[in-house]
């Protein structure tokens, strides 16, 4: 039954994510990468440090958002050519997600409640990962990881479905 819940839990989300996104293009791909003439020193020197900060933030959810997207489609096209979902598949993507969550909060301020969010969420997606079954991820830490993240990230005004 716990297999079934956790499946769900992921397949939903992921289901309902995809069908939004297949209408229209991705507005922050062409802003996602600064100019190769603009000067990073510049622009933060520029806006007051908690604004540049909130923004650092931003870009810290969006990216932990399309990981955690990209993370929940590998799951749905395996589902959707046929493929039963496997245990080994749910360990695959708690460690793409710890991995990837990891990566992104390394790239954020220390001081920063999104990535001290982040953190924690990758580090129980870690947890998840390295047990032998899917419903590790179905405890009270792995919600409670996930409900901080999310919130930090809503809080930036960031919003973001982990």
């Known amino acids: 039954m716990h297999k079934t819940t956790l499946f769900r839990a992921l397949l ?6 995809a069908l939004t996104a297949c209408g229209g293009g991705d507005d922050t791909e062409p802003n996602s990468s600064p100019s190769p003439t603009a000067d990073p020193t510049v622009a933060s020197s520029s806006a007051p440090p908690a604004a540049a900060a909130v923004e650092g933030d931003k870009k ?10 990209d993370l929940r489609q590998s799951l749905l096209d395996a589902v959707s050519e046929g493929q039963e979902p496997t245990a080994e598949m749910f360990q695959d993507i708690f460690t793409g997600l710890a991995t990837e969550f990891a990566s992104i909060a390394a790239t954020g301020d220390a ?3 999104v990535v001290a969010a ?5 580090e129980e997606a870690g947890k998840a990962a ?7 991820a179905d405890n009270p830490a792995f919600d409670k ?4 993240a999310i919130e930090a990230c809503q809080a930036v005004g960031v919003s973001v479905d982990f």
Not at 118 to 122: C, E, H, M
Not at 130 to 136: D, F, K, N
């Open 12 to 17: 939903v989300p992921t289901a309902v994510l």
């Open 145 to 148: 990881a996930t409900d901080t």
């Open 118 to 122: 982040l953190t924690a969420y990758s």
């Open 111 to 113: 001081d920063s409640a």
């Open 130 to 136: 390295a047990a032998e079954s899917p419903e590790a």
């Open 60 to 69: 810290l959810c969006e990216a932990a958002n399309k990981a955690s997207m």
